[in-house]
């Protein structure tokens, strides 16, 4: 089992917040989501995983054997948004690198060529 960044919870947390949903007392996060979705905590364990690591909401039930929740679907794809989001903003932050002085465009010499 893969561990879910602390980003990916904490976003997690924020859509079930605005969702109105809230964790019981020494409830887990996936135990949360999987109270929400009407999942058993492991595939929602499976189904988070599968989101934080790129899957579409479609490829993740695929990948659990979701079948589709119509009554759960909204909040299924709020999760998928904000988690792909997420990572997105991670991944984009790991991809920059470092500036490199060498990497600068040069500066417009305009018509002065010399022949």
Same mark, same amino acid.
């Given at each position: 089992?893969?561990?879910? $960044?602390?980003?990916? &919870?904490? &976003?997690?947390?924020?859509? !079930?917040?605005?969702? /109105? *949903? ?9 135990? &949360? ?6 999942? =058993?905590? $492991? ?8 989101? =934080? ?7 993740? /039930?695929?990948?659990?054997? *979701? ?16 988690? +792909? ?10 991809? *920059? ?12 010499? +305009?018509?002065? !060529?010399?022949?």
């Amino acid at each position: 089992m893969t561990m879910i $960044s602390p980003n990916v &919870t904490r &976003t997690v947390g924020e859509v !079930l917040e605005s969702h /109105n *949903i809230t964790p019981h007392s020494g409830e887990r996060m996936a135990d &949360t989501v999987a109270r929400a979705l009407g999942l =058993s905590d $492991s595939e929602a364990q499976q189904w988070l995983e599968a989101l =934080s690591q790129g899957c579409t909401p479609e490829q993740a /039930n695929a990948r659990v054997g *979701i079948a589709s929740h119509r009554a759960s679907e909204p909040l299924m794809v709020a999760l998928a948004r904000a988690i +792909g989001a997420r990572i997105g903003k991670i991944a984009q932050q790991s991809a *920059i690198p470092p500036a490199d002085p060498q990497d600068q465009p040069l500066k417009d010499q +305009g018509d002065k !060529l010399k022949t």
